[in-house]
């Protein structure tokens, strides 16, 4: 039985790299552990002037303190209290092969859990990353993150290198995937299929180049790979209130956890999803603590309106749903806009009032 997946947060590093302090970041560590999340990475340099001091690192055990591959960022780390870090690393013909393995040495001194990113993995040639991880074999290394900081992998090339990398590297991997195209989520989809268990990932997709949107993963492996997934009923609230850290607001067309995602209008889709949920929608509303929405507006038939009366204890006979439908569109179209709900009722009193 394969192991549950472990989702490594990017966000509350962002966070930091913008400049949140005080109660903001307060917030914003407060929404994070509503999430399925057990690592959250962070430079340890932005840490250093968060304001917060380090006896607080220990009440978040997820963190991750993120150094260049210096050993003097090692020990900077572990003067900060950091007991995991994640060793950054780009693999070029200038490359600091030594101080790699001095940052490593050091790591292995200090008893710290080493993990070392490769941020331009998919940069280089499977072979050269093999031939790197055993040229580092004899540290040691917990797990080895695949990093595509230029995001040049897409879907199918993913699926390839990352299973083939995973039957030769002698450690745990990661996937660190960017999403300059809108591809993060399906490569993330990918690392999965191929075994890997750490994945990488922001909430709300606050960055446009970032990493893939971790609601978005987390229910793309729910439901799509069929893993298993817990922790996934706070999402909205959680992304919503990450967004406002940010000063910023989700879309409501976001997938998962936009405001429009479980909304339907169409009198045909209304009527649908009342009978069979399953006809427009892929997963429970209550599944990522969302709320189905029925507009009443001018693509509405009587099933929606039937269902709105209904929540007010009213039955709606069909031909004053008839009549009632034409009012609804009507004042739809002149306002440009959908109804609100005491629209509808006072436009249902002045038909039964003529009625009478």
């Known amino acids: 039985m394969a192991t549950a ?5 990017q966000t509350l ?16 560590l407060d929404n994070l552990l509503k999430l399925p999340i057990g690592v959250m990475d962070v430079w340890i340099e932005d840490w250093k002037h968060c304001g917060l001091k380090w006896p607080e690192l220990t009440s978040y055990p997820q963190l991750r303190g993120k150094v260049t591959a210096d050993p003097a960022q090692v020990f900077a780390a572990q003067q900060l209290g950091f007991k995991k870090i994640l060793l950054s690393y780009r693999h070029d013909e200038m490359a600091d092969m030594e101080g790699l393995k001095e940052a490593l040495r050091a790591a292995e001194g200090l008893s710290l859990e080493a993990d070392l990113l490769l941020e331009n993995a998919s940069a280089i040639s499977t072979r050269e990353v093999v ?41 745990e991997m990661e996937f660190h995937g960017h999403n300059a195209y809108g591809l993060a989520t399906a490569n993330a989809l990918s ?29 793309g492996s729910k439901i799509l790979l069929g893993e298993e997934t817990t922790g996934t009923e706070k999402f909205v609230d959680a992304c919503e209130g990450i967004a406002a850290c940010f000063d910023a607001a989700l879309p409501v067309n976001k997938a998962i956890v936009g405001k429009h995602v479980f ?22 509303p209550k599944d990522v603590g969302a709320v189905r929405r029925l507009v009443i507006g001018k693509h509405s038939g009587t099933a929606s309106l039937k269902n709105c009366l209904a929540g007010f204890g009213i039955s709606l006979a069909s031909e004053a749903g008839k009549n009632l439908l034409q009012k609804v569109r009507r004042l739809a179209v002149l306002q440009k806009r959908a109804l609100t709900e005491e629209q509808l009722l006072q436009l249902y009193c002045e038909s039964n009032r003529q009625v009478v």
């Open 5 to 9: 997946i472990q989702w490594i947060d």
């Open 13 to 28: 590093g962002l966070g930091l790299q913008q400049g949140l302090k005080g109660l903001k970041l307060e917030l914003l």
């Open 131 to 171: 031939a790197l991880a055993k040229e580092l074999h004899c540290f040691s290394i917990r797990g080895f993150a695949y990093g595509d900081e230029e995001s040049r992998l897409e879907p199918l090339a993913a699926l390839e290198q990352l299973a083939f990398l995973q039957t030769k590297l002698p450690m």
């Open 191 to 219: 690392a999965i299929r191929v075994g890997i268990r750490h994945i990488a990932a922001t909430a709300g997709n606050l960055t446009r180049n970032g990493y893939a949107p971790l609601e978005e993963v987390v229910m």
């Open 263 to 284: 909304a339907h209008e169409s009198g045909l889709h209304v009527d649908g999803v009342i009978k069979n949920p399953s006809l427009y929608e892929a997963f429970s």
